[in-house]
């Protein structure tokens, strides 16, 4: 009891006037859920991710507020003339907080830890991004992906040897999914490392209290090119209540606060001491169909789903300024954006012909899952879920909504558990193979590491996106993905919501925080508190 109530206090007390009493620099930043695992090669949403990049180290990294590569553990890189090999020179003086070296023997056991079924290391874990990435595991005679090989030329350059040119491949290894562990921590305890793993990245972490905060504190040996943090620890929160976290924010008990919903946010704008941010609209709220479950196997059916939600409605009564119909799978402006492609309108008499069509001129009844906490792309799914429930309803699709802690829900859907589900994306490397592989192609539908919550399998969009990733040709990739743009809106697997910034809120007192469109923090470039 008094280990709890001494641990109470000092989260109270956290961020409310460590500067002023001469101690360390201190960020205590809220969000609304908890990581759900701190590993990132088998951690698949933000809230883990996030955490995640502040502890470990890419090869290559984005620059902040960008997604143009900039050097992280790789000082350097290179590609042979046909594209096979990629060639990388690691800074010499790289380790990990456990003091052993961030070399090039380093990258090759992580890599080979996930490319390999049968490395000793790869455990009994799902690398659900890796595949999703780069198309399969190495040592997989049906589907072997991307990488052949991965070679330690010396402690301090690394070469990859590929099965086949990609486009993707550079920005692929600057997702934090492929950050950099020690091999040290990983072998010892691969399930301690999902609760504290050991990085060369600018913080490490100190703690982790599920469910109440994680803290993060300043990794004196980091080396990397952003340079080392001024802000010497960092308390992440979990507020699961909104208005609770708003408030702490106007008192000054946090500093941060992220995901802020739209209303939330004009509110807090207006005040003085606060500012709101915008991170750029680089994510997807969709809704996904599951084409194993009648009656979605029927395209009628999907788009009759699609004619019958009101998303401009959704749009001017959920969302905030700059939100953008889902017209197309990718955000605006990204390469292979298709202007001919547009979201169905809203008309409830012709969703209700093609129902009749399909053989159900009285609707039917199903159900929708969705995630109980807010996400960056969805800052209210319950009021999300209840608008799109009563847009079906009025076309004679009667659904029950069913809702659940974020952690089940991903399990649920990964394993096709559900008839529809209400779910999103961030863009993590500014591609749109980022948005279609992963979610979309047959490759991601496999039951129990499933990011193609659709199930939808089509061998044309499959050949589209095998093409688009072998190509380093912006002009024919293009191409490619205005094709996969408008394959998609006609087979409809899932209906693409809207694309929407991420408002977060700061004290003014905080400087240096670079809203960038993979949603990282870089605590690392912060300076003031409170």
Same mark, same amino acid.
């Given at each position: 009891?008094?280990?709890?109530?001494?641990?109470?206090?000092?989260?109270?007390?956290?961020?409310?006037?460590?500067?002023?009493?001469?101690? !360390?620099?201190?960020?205590?930043?809220?969000?609304?859920?908890?990581?759900?695992?701190?590993?990132?090669?088998?951690?698949?949403?933000?809230?883990?991710?996030?955490?995640?990049?502040?502890?470990?180290?890419?090869?290559?990294?984005?620059?902040?507020?960008?997604? *143009?590569?900039?050097? %992280?553990?790789?000082?350097?890189?290179?590609?042979?003339?046909?594209?096979?090999?990629?060639?990388?020179?690691?800074?010499?003086?790289?380790?990990?907080?456990?003091?052993?070296?961030?070399?090039?023997?380093?990258?090759?056991?992580?890599?080979?830890?996930?490319?390999?079924?049968?490395?000793?290391?790869?455990?009994?874990?799902?690398?659900?991004?890796?595949?999703?990435?780069?198309?399969?595991?190495?040592?997989?005679?049906?589907? !072997?992906?991307?990488?052949?090989?991965?070679?330690?030329?010396? !402690?301090?350059?690394?070469?990859?040897?590929?099965?086949?040119?990609?486009?993707?491949?550079?920005?692929?290894?600057?997702?934090?999914?492929?950050?950099?562990?020690?091999?040290?921590?990983?072998?010892?305890?691969?399930?301690?490392?999902?609760?504290?793993? /050991?990085?060369?990245?600018?913080?490490?972490?100190?703690?982790?209290?599920?469910?109440?905060?994680?803290?993060?504190?300043?990794?004196?040996?980091?080396?990397?090119?952003?340079?080392?943090?001024?802000?010497?620890?960092?308390?992440?929160?979990?507020?699961?209540?909104?208005?609770?976290?708003?408030?702490?924010?106007?008192?000054?008990?946090?500093?941060?606060?992220?995901?802020?919903?739209?209303?939330?946010?004009?509110?807090?704008?207006?005040?003085?001491?606060?500012?709101?941010?915008?991170? +750029?609209?680089?994510?997807?709220?969709?809704?996904?169909?599951?084409?194993?479950?009648?009656?979605?196997?029927?395209?009628?059916?999907?788009?009759?789903?699609?004619?019958?939600?009101?998303?401009?409605?959704?749009?001017?009564?959920?969302?905030?300024?700059?939100?953008?119909?889902?017209?197309?799978?990718?955000?605006?402006?990204?390469?292979?954006?298709? +202007?001919?492609?547009?979201?169905?309108?809203?008309?409830?008499?012709? %969703?209700?012909?093609?129902? %009749?069509?399909?053989?159900?001129?009285?609707?039917?009844?199903?159900?929708?899952?969705?995630?109980?906490? +807010?996400?960056?792309?969805? !800052?209210?799914?319950?009021?999300?879920?209840?608008?799109?429930? %009563?847009?079906?309803?009025?076309?004679?699709?009667?659904?029950?909504?069913?809702?659940?802690?974020?952690?089940?829900?991903?399990?649920?859907?990964?394993?096709?558990?559900? *008839?529809?589900?209400? /779910?999103?994306?961030?863009?993590?490397?500014?591609?749109?193979?980022?948005?279609?592989?992963?979610?979309?192609?047959?490759?991601?539908?496999?039951?129990?590491?499933?990011?193609?919550?659709?199930?939808?399998?089509?061998?044309?969009?499959?050949?589209?996106?095998?093409?688009?990733?072998?190509?380093?040709?912006?002009?024919?990739?293009?191409? /490619?993905?205005?094709?996969?743009?408008?394959?998609?809106?006609?087979?409809? +697997?899932?209906?693409?919501?809207?694309?929407?910034?991420?408002?977060? *809120?700061?004290?003014?007192?905080?400087?240096?925080?670079?809203?960038?469109?993979?949603?990282?923090?870089?605590?690392?470039?912060?300076?003031?508190?409170?």
């Amino acid at each position: 009891m008094r280990r709890a109530l001494a641990l109470a206090l000092v989260l109270l007390c956290a961020g409310c006037g460590d500067l002023d009493s001469g101690g !360390p620099p201190q960020l205590v930043m809220a969000r609304v859920k908890d990581a759900v695992n701190l590993d990132p090669s088998h951690a698949t949403e933000g809230l883990s991710l996030n955490v995640a990049a502040e502890v470990m180290e890419t090869l290559v990294q984005f620059k902040p507020g960008t997604f *143009a590569v900039m050097p %992280a553990l790789a000082t350097s890189w290179r590609t042979s003339a046909d594209g096979l090999r990629w060639t990388f020179d690691l800074r010499p003086d790289a380790r990990f907080s456990d003091g052993t070296r961030a070399d090039a023997a380093a990258v090759k056991f992580n890599f080979d830890r996930w490319r390999l079924q049968h490395d000793p290391a790869h455990g009994p874990f799902t690398y659900a991004t890796f595949l999703s990435m780069f198309g399969g595991y190495s040592d997989d005679p049906k589907a !072997p992906g991307t990488i052949r090989d991965v070679i330690v030329d010396s !402690p301090t350059r690394v070469t990859f040897v590929l099965f086949n040119p990609s486009g993707t491949f550079l920005r692929d290894v600057a997702m934090g999914s492929f950050a950099i562990g020690s091999p040290t921590a990983i072998a010892r305890d691969p399930r301690a490392f999902e609760q504290k793993p /050991i990085g060369s990245g600018p913080y490490r972490i100190r703690e982790w209290v599920r469910d109440d905060h994680i803290t993060l504190d300043a990794n004196p040996g980091y080396s990397g090119p952003l340079g080392k943090p001024t802000i010497a620890t960092v308390v992440l929160r979990d507020i699961p209540d909104q208005a609770t976290s708003v408030l702490s924010l106007e008192k000054g008990e946090i500093d941060m606060l992220t995901d802020v919903r739209a209303d939330d946010a004009t509110l807090l704008a207006a005040q003085p001491a606060i500012r709101v941010v915008r991170q +750029p609209a680089n994510n997807l709220a969709y809704v996904a169909m599951n084409v194993e479950k009648k009656p979605f196997d029927n395209v009628l059916v999907r788009r009759a789903v699609a004619y019958a939600i009101d998303i401009p409605a959704i749009l001017s009564a959920l969302y905030g300024p700059g939100t953008s119909p889902g017209d197309n799978w990718t955000p605006p402006g990204m390469l292979g954006e298709n +202007p001919a492609v547009h979201i169905y309108p809203h008309d409830v008499a012709m %969703a209700k012909k093609l129902l %009749a069509e399909a053989g159900f001129p009285h609707g039917f009844a199903t159900s929708l899952y969705l995630p109980t906490s +807010p996400r960056p792309y969805m !800052p209210d799914p319950l009021r999300l879920a209840e608008a799109i429930q %009563a847009d079906l309803k009025a076309a004679g699709i009667e659904v029950t909504l069913e809702p659940y802690e974020f952690g089940v829900f991903l399990s649920k859907v990964e394993n096709g558990e559900h *008839a529809m589900c209400l /779910i999103g994306w961030s863009g993590d490397n500014g591609d749109p193979d980022d948005f279609y592989y992963p979610l979309l192609d047959q490759d991601a539908a496999v039951k129990g590491s499933a990011q193609n919550y659709a199930f939808w399998r089509d061998p044309a969009f499959h050949k589209l996106m095998l093409a688009g990733q072998r190509s380093s040709n912006d002009a024919v990739r293009r191409a /490619i993905y205005q094709q996969a743009a408008q394959l998609v809106h006609d087979q409809v +697997p899932a209906v693409s919501l809207l694309h929407t910034p991420v408002p977060l *809120a700061l004290r003014r007192s905080i400087a240096g925080f670079v809203p960038s469109p993979d949603t990282s923090y870089h605590f690392e470039l912060i300076t003031g508190g409170t």
